[in-house]
């Protein structure tokens, strides 16, 4: 049988995002040249088919520094060399062996996913299947995670970064493969804006669940209300920063980072004085701004021109969220002010 014919009859799954633009592909040496995006050290990357037949699709992304590579492909068998970088692996589809020395790992969709420092190993994809490959820095998983925690913790956060492991994808009633399968959504819905895709600071979010899933036991413990306590003023030099970068990226993590506060203290500290949380309520505030700018806006400027410049990435999420808060379509605020 032809290869082309073969390869038309296999099917891969679906990949986690950029599955539109997907074509199924047979070199080898092309996908060696994708994944090196994201893992410079690859050595070796071989089919597993005793034809020596191999199908694959695949698509990357790079989100403010962090670079992800989704793939699907049939049974190969991967060489890894020492390197310098951090590789978080999610499967979202199949079974997979990895080994690390004389250690072996086995690890599978929607159970867990595998995290290796800097390495060298040897893995086999066992059977057809899709991943997520993350490449990630030792000093932002850092960052966020003293973010999360506050300024009161200690500095360094033993993230055990070092240690290679199967970082459970269930836990603490938390589904870590239904949480990153719907940020892939959100990634495949702004591929073509590549400016929305970025000003999204959706690369925070995904750091920010890696890190817990990580050392879920550091960040997901309960705390009591005591440990809450804050003032007023604490509280109104956030919202004043808040107020003051409305119009650039604005994370959860630099909130955090900002208000000295653990993620659990500030969550508690808006929805006590505002009744959301801090992320809703700079939502809020972005939506406040649009209005008021489109009150006042002039000859030339679109309901698209002043949401982006506010923030909002997704004009038709935008305009529903405006019609709930405002009563109005945001085209008929402008419309009123063009008079």
């Not at 925070?204 to 005591?226: E, G, K």
């Not at 993620?263 to 505002?274: G, T, V």
Request: net charge negative; glycine share 4%.
């Amino acid at each position: 049988m032809p290869e082309s014919q073969h390869i038309s009859k296999i099917k891969l799954p679906h990949l986690p995002f950029g599955e539109a633009g997907s074509v199924v592909q047979s070199d080898l040496d092309a996908l060696h040249n994708e994944m090196s995006i994201v893992i410079p050290s690859l050595k070796n990357y071989e089919t597993m088919d005793r034809e020596g037949l191999f199908a694959y699709k695949s698509t990357s992304v790079n989100l403010n520094g962090m670079k992800i590579i989704a793939t699907a492909n049939t049974p190969a068998a991967v060489e890894v060399t020492d390197n310098t970088d951090i590789t978080l692996i999610i499967p979202f589809h199949g079974n997979f062996v990895t080994r690390v020395g004389r250690r072996h790992y086995q690890w599978q969709a929607k159970h867990s996913a595998l995290f290796l420092p800097c390495v060298e190993r040897c893995g086999q994809d066992i059977e057809v299947g899709s991943h997520l490959t993350f490449d990630l820095s030792a000093d932002r998983l850092q960052s966020v995670a003293r973010s999360i925690l506050g300024a009161s913790f200690e500095k360094n956060v033993d993230l055990q970064l070092h240690a290679e492991r199967m970082p459970t994808l269930n836990t603490h009633h938390i589904s870590f493969d239904e949480v990153f399968r719907h940020l892939c959504e959100v990634v495949d819905s702004l591929l073509d804006q590549p400016e929305a895709l970025e000003f999204s600071s959706i690369d925070d979010v995904f750091y920010r669940n890696i890190v817990l899933m990580l050392q879920p036991d550091l960040f997901l413990t309960a705390h009591s209300v005591s440990s809450f306590k804050h003032s007023r003023r604490e509280v109104d030099e956030v919202c004043e920063y808040i107020q003051d970068n409305l119009e650039g990226k604005l994370t959860l993590s630099e909130i955090e980072r900002v208000s000295g506060m653990s993620a659990r203290k500030l969550q508690y500290a808006f929805f006590e004085r505002f009744g959301c949380s801090p992320m809703h309520w700079v939502r809020d505030q972005r939506l406040n701004l649009v209005h008021h700018r489109l009150k006042n806006a002039h000859e030339g400027e679109t309901v698209t021109s002043i949401a982006s410049s506010c923030g909002f990435t997704n004009l038709g999420a935008f305009s529903a969220l405006y019609q709930e808060h405002f009563k109005e379509l945001p085209s008929a605020t402008l419309k009123h002010a063009l008079k």
